[in-house]
């Protein structure tokens, strides 16, 4: 009896498919909990940001809050530690 090998490899191939779809969360979130809508910044801070305006509120060090042009913008500061959509007063 032959079987045929179509079916094998879409057995082979749905796992792979299926991993693809996990969300990945960062292991360190500079105090950004999950669900909370906070971004944690990267380590690798960005050295250039376009001009893009889409506001952000970010979170520095020191608790305080405030409000940046993009999250390129908050990140390239290095006392930001997350932002989350919107601003500050929303």
């Known amino acids: 009896m032959r ?3 179509l079916p094998l490899f ?3 191939l749905l796992p792979i498919m299926l991993a ?3 969300a990945l969360t960062p292991s360190g979130d500079g105090g950004a909990s999950a669900g909370s809508g906070w971004q944690a910044c990267d380590a690798e801070r ?3 940001c376009t001009m ?3 506001p952000v509120c970010a979170r520095r060090s020191t ?3 405030a409000d ?3 999250p390129c913008n908050a990140c390239a500061d290095v006392t930001v530690t997350a932002w989350h959509p919107q601003t500050c007063e929303e």
Do not use: W
């Open 63 to 65: 608790g305080e809050v």
């Open 52 to 54: 893009i305006y889409d």
């Open 68 to 70: 940046y042009a993009s």
């Open 10 to 12: 879409f057995l082979t």
């Open 46 to 48: 960005p050295k250039v």
């Open 3 to 5: 079987i045929s090998r």
């Open 20 to 22: 693809g779809c996990n």
